[in-house]
């Protein structure tokens, strides 16, 4: 397939590898952003072919992972009105909010429809102006642009039966809080490619020049990847912090500007809790007040729900890339992808579910 098999190519990948090892000459720590990307670093094996010098760890770019656990018992709270269609993707329905899932919710007869976009999520609510039709709205930048034309395409068809429960979280905010801690070990960042797709990469080239410290766009497959790492390392042995885009055939540095003019219609800056981080100022969107008709939270009057996390899990140092799930003494005993303590096991996309998939 296009685009998708020269990405897998083993001589490739090996021969970026070798340049790699040509080139490293002392111990760096990267951290790869998005979920999607610890995924294919763990399932290929990756991180055990790089020289010993390069650290991988892996960073909080799992929009369901960072879905702080109050979202999910408001989204529980919500689905549970008889009057309510509450509709998600696939992904958000095991996750365990702090009694139940939305799966639960489901079998004790809410009304709980998984859709593949949130556009359908509006057809329903046409289909059903007796009911109350939501959508739960998380994720990244990348998920952003849908979530934002449903909400335009239910105001000019003036549905008042249509709200969504957004938990958005931007990436260069939490970037910079990572950078900010003071047990920070990250000295280079792989960029989440879907999520430059949109917002392009002109938002890390102040990121870089403030904390001296290299960032490269990179893309999914084994050989973007190893891409990726190569031109990181390459800037860190030079001592430089270059922006560099080692996914240039879907990112540019201004992005989807069509895309980002729409988001910023419908959504505001906002203070963002991260699951197991807690709030970075400044890291998530909300709706405009133009828009607040179509919150869910304030609709079913649930801003007020607060959660505690399980005080076994880790998976926020897992998220900082301050600790590995191996580390965790909960992870293949207490935590499975089966009986999940945290959203880093029970995502897909989560570094826990690598780690219990690959290496277990
Ligand atoms: S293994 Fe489970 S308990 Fe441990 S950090 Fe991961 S999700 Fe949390």
Same mark, same amino acid.
């Given at each position: ?41 763990i ?14 760890v ?9 879905? =702080?656990?109050?979202l999910?018992?408001k ?19 095991r996750?365990? $909010? ?5 799966f639960?919710?489901?079998?004790? $007869? ?11 999520a ?11 039709? @939501? ?31 957004v ?5 260069p905010?939490?970037?910079?809080a ?9 000295q280079?960042?792989?960029?989440a ?12 080239l102040p990121?870089?020049e ?11 497959? =084994?050989?973007?990847?190893v ?6 390392v ?8 270059q ?10 540095e201004? $992005? ?5 003019a ?11 809790k991260?699951?197991g ?11 405009? =007040?133009?828009?607040t ?8 009057? @649930? ?5 505690e996390e399980? =005080? ?7 998220l ?26 029970v995502s ?13």
């Amino acid at each position: 397939m296009k685009y998708l098999s020269e990405y897998r190519d083993g001589e490739l990948v090996h021969a970026a590898l070798n340049r790699i090892r040509e080139i490293t000459t002392r111990p760096w720590t990267l951290m790869e952003i998005c979920g999607g990307q610890t995924h294919s670093i763990i399932k290929n094996g990756l991180d055990q072919l790089l020289p010993p010098e390069i650290d991988l760890v892996h960073g909080p770019g799992c929009p369901v992972c960072v879905t =702080p656990l109050e979202l999910i018992d408001k989204a529980l709270a919500i689905a549970s009105h008889p009057e309510v269609i509450f509709t998600s993707y696939g992904d958000m329905l095991r996750v365990p $909010g702090s009694q139940a899932d939305l799966f639960s919710v489901r079998a004790a $007869g809410g009304d709980i429809r998984v859709v593949y976009s949130p556009l359908d999520a509006v057809r329903l609510a046409q289909e059903n102006p007796d009911r109350e039709v @939501v959508f739960f709205a998380i994720g990244f930048e990348a998920t952003a642009p849908a979530n934002v034309i449903s909400v335009v395409q239910a105001d000019k068809l003036n549905l008042d039966n249509y709200s969504i429960l957004v938990s958005h979280v931007r990436v260069p905010p939490a970037i910079e809080a990572i950078l900010n801690s003071p047990e920070n070990r990250v000295q280079g960042f792989l960029a989440a490619g879907h999520v430059c797709a949109v917002m392009g990469y002109w938002e890390y080239l102040p990121i870089a020049e403030k904390f001296d410290i290299p960032i490269t766009v990179t893309g999914f497959e =084994p050989l973007d990847i190893v891409q990726g790492i190569l031109a990181t390392v390459e800037s860190l042995e030079a001592g430089t912090h270059q922006v560099k885009n080692a996914y240039s055939r879907t990112v540019t540095e201004e $992005g989807n500007q069509s895309a980002q003019a729409v988001i910023n219609q419908v959504f505001e800056n906002c203070d963002r809790k991260w699951r197991g981080i807690g709030t970075i100022p400044n890291s998530g969107w909300r709706l405009r =007040p133009a828009y607040t008709k179509f919150d869910a939270e304030k609709r079913f009057q @649930v801003e007020s729900i607060q959660s505690e996390e399980s =005080p076994l899990c880790i998976s926020g140092l897992v998220l900082q890339g301050l600790k590995k799930p191996d580390e965790c003494e909960a992870f293949g005993t207490l935590c499975t992808p089966e009986n999940p303590l945290g959203a880093t096991m029970v995502s897909d996309e989560g570094a826990c579910a690598a780690y219990f998939r690959y290496r277990k």
